[in-house]
């Protein structure tokens, strides 16, 4: 059957979801609808994710009982606990936790402004323009690891902005962002190779280490900046999250919503870039977790919009998870945490391409 206009009857094919939630009355007199199923996934990853990083705490040379990092948790550790738990491993953890929120929630970002499930920093290009940030710092300059890290945010910075310049033509709109995000990241991988090869064997070392993505040595002086930014970024994001859903159903239905679209969207983008470039000033470019980590959510979550908590949560659960399998499953060979993610996550990518071009979407 046809519609008015010889377009394809859609309501049929494609019915609208219901909204399986309740609403909760506060006492203010606002109505807030929760969905019972989000909540819960939420409620489960982060018992998930306390849960590894308890075990990874306790994870060692020297191990510790969970029972006994929990105590040290609380203050009541010896001093020997004291010391491993919250000056040696109690950090790498809260990084890595960040460091999977910040990248979950860049991606969910990214992939709702694109409208695209392969629009992430992975394939934008963003992780390898704060990797040129961080090699120029270390190749040109043997700069320090504060300075490395600041190379690597700038980095960051600078690509996200070309690739909104040149993907900007009356807007900015989702397949062109992810293509121009493709020839971007391309050039910028080349950049790198070429800054390798320059590089002296001490720096190209730790150029190498560092690009691998890496949790090792990580202590508060990363965590404090990244907890900052986050802090700031998290509550602006999530007090966009309407308007987000409604970029998601197109520009010219969020315009007539009253929504300032390319406002929001440059916003949006600014705050997943940043949050992109922080996490991966603070571990190196860890790959593939900004794209697995919100299409993950929205399949437990089942729910429709860019799912930005799941997300976040899904994302920090993963990284930790994947830090843990790093140091216990590969035996005495402790594997960076960016080698385990990158093969996981190129699994998980190849099976999405499967399944988009099944559905007919590339």
């Given amino acids: 059957m046809k519609a008015p206009g010889n377009q394809p009857e859609t309501t049929q094919a494609a019915p609208a979801r219901v909204f399986r ?144 310049l040149l993907a900007w033509k009356r807007g900015v709109h989702g397949y062109r962002l992810v293509l121009v995000g493709i020839g971007v990241s391309a050039i910028v991988t080349a950049v790198n190779g070429y800054l390798i090869t320059k590089a002296d064997l001490v720096d190209a070392t730790r150029a190498v280490v560092w690009m691998t993505g890496s949790l090792d040595g990580r202590d508060w002086e990363q965590v404090w900046p990244l907890l900052g930014l986050c802090a700031v970024l998290v509550p602006l994001v999530l007090g966009n999250a309407r308007a987000l859903r409604m970029l998601e159903m197109g520009d010219d239905v969020a315009y007539a919503l009253g929504v300032r679209v390319e406002r929001t969207r440059l916003l949006l983008m600014v705050a997943a870039v940043l949050l992109t470039a922080s996490a991966t000033a603070a571990a190196g470019p860890v790959g593939f977790v900004a794209l697995t980590a919100p299409q993950l959510a929205r399949r437990l979550t089942r729910s429709p919009g860019p799912n930005l908590v799941p997300a976040m949560c899904m994302g920090a659960t993963l990284l930790v998870v994947a830090d843990w399998a790093s140091q216990r499953i590969f035996g005495a060979d402790q594997l960076p945490v960016g080698v385990v993610t990158g093969i996981l996550g190129g699994v998980y990518l190849l099976w999405l391409l499967v399944t988009e071009r099944k559905a007919g979407r590339i």
Avoid: C, K
């Fill in 21 to 164: 939630g309740r609403a909760v009355r506060t006492v203010g007199g606002l109505s807030v609808r929760v969905d019972v199923r989000a909540f819960t996934v939420v409620a489960l990853l982060l018992v998930a994710a306390l849960t590894a990083s308890v075990v990874l705490i306790g994870t060692g040379d020297f191990p510790i009982s969970a029972g006994d990092v929990v105590r040290t948790l609380l203050g009541n550790g010896d001093a020997g606990q004291e010391f491993i738990v919250n000056e040696l491993r109690l950090p790498r953890v809260l990084v890595g936790l960040l460091v999977g929120a910040s990248l979950g929630l860049g991606g969910a970002l990214f992939q709702a402004i694109s409208r695209n499930p392969l629009g992430s920093p992975d394939v934008l290009g963003l992780g390898q323009g704060s990797t040129a940030g961080a090699l120029v710092m270390i190749v040109l300059f043997s700069g320090t690891a504060r300075q490395v890290t600041v190379g690597a945010l700038v980095g960051g910075l600078v690509t996200g902005l070309a690739i909104y």
